[in-house]
């Protein structure tokens, strides 16, 4: 034994064994390795943003937050309280997920991004995306050029801190599209990641178009909330016709 751990051992207390040599180094070697294993996580992840184009919230949406979302009547109001608690209890580790459905131009995009938006200023990860946009990308993951397997591709779906579905059941889907949606859904829920679907559906036709399970998995907890008024895009429309 060396000297250095001769007087270690003489310092410290008798019910105290200082690590051996050996034992720092294998200490020193899992951590590099922890290390390593981390770095190469980031790196896939940039990869698949990278692949996206973006992270987290369109260009469109950027500039959606709570404070220029309108609240001219009783149930923009609820929305708006709902998605603000909704964001309050996920940064106090009580996510749940959530569907706001409704006709378009209602804002269900607005307060989703303004949620995603101020999750992001929190350092957590966020990605809203169509659903036409996501079956584009893992139809890319076949092509030999892709430096993004479908494999990693899914892993970082089912990772993120929010993954928000735009426009689900505009379009049918076919058999994959429905296995990659569940399997998704699935991964989330077995990670315990909030997920959040926008669509124009009822609670019926959005069962027929995801499948009994997956809605099963949502609901589990979940905030739903249905936008009834009328399109603003449509109230602006007709104004300008008046005028």
């Known amino acids: 034994m060396s000297s250095f751990y001769q007087k270690l051992q003489q310092a410290m207390p008798a019910n105290v064994v200082p690590y051996t040599a050996e034992q720092m180094e294998q200490i020193a ?59 309050s209890e996920f940064l106090e580790d009580d996510s749940k997920n959530f569907i706001f459905s409704g006709s378009t131009g209602t804002g269900k995009n607005h307060l989703a991004c303004a949620m995603a ?25 076949y092509n030999r050029q892709s430096n993004v397997t479908e ?18 059941g505009v379009q049918r889907m076919n058999d994959h599209e429905a296995i990659m949606i ?37 609901l589990e907890s979940c905030e739903w909330v249905s936008f009834t008024w009328e399109s603003f ?3 602006v429309r007709n104004s300008k016709e008046v005028a």
Do not use: P
Request: proline share 0%; aromatic share 6%.
């Open 29 to 87: 070697q899992q951590e590099v390795e922890k290390q390593s294993q981390v770095a190469f996580q980031n790196y896939q992840q940039s990869k698949v943003q990278d692949l996206l184009g973006r992270s987290g919230v369109g260009k469109k949406h950027q500039k959606c937050r709570f404070a220029n979302y309108v609240t001219d009547n009783q149930g923009q109001r609820q929305a708006f309280s709902v998605s603000r608690r909704w964001v």
């Open 151 to 168: 494999a990693q591709f899914l892993k970082y779906l089912s990772q993120v801190d929010l993954l928000v579905l735009d426009e689900v």
């Open 182 to 218: 569940n399997t998704i859904i699935d991964s989330r829920y077995t990670n315990e990641k909030a997920t959040g679907i926008l669509t124009n559906l009822k609670s019926d036709d959005l069962t027929q178009v995801l499948g009994a399970r997956v809605m099963e998995r949502l």
């Open 117 to 141: 938006n101020a999750l992001m200023t929190r350092n957590k990860t966020v990605l809203v995306i169509t659903v036409a946009e996501l079956m584009m990308k893992i139809r890319d993951k």
């Open 233 to 235: 895009r449509k109230q």
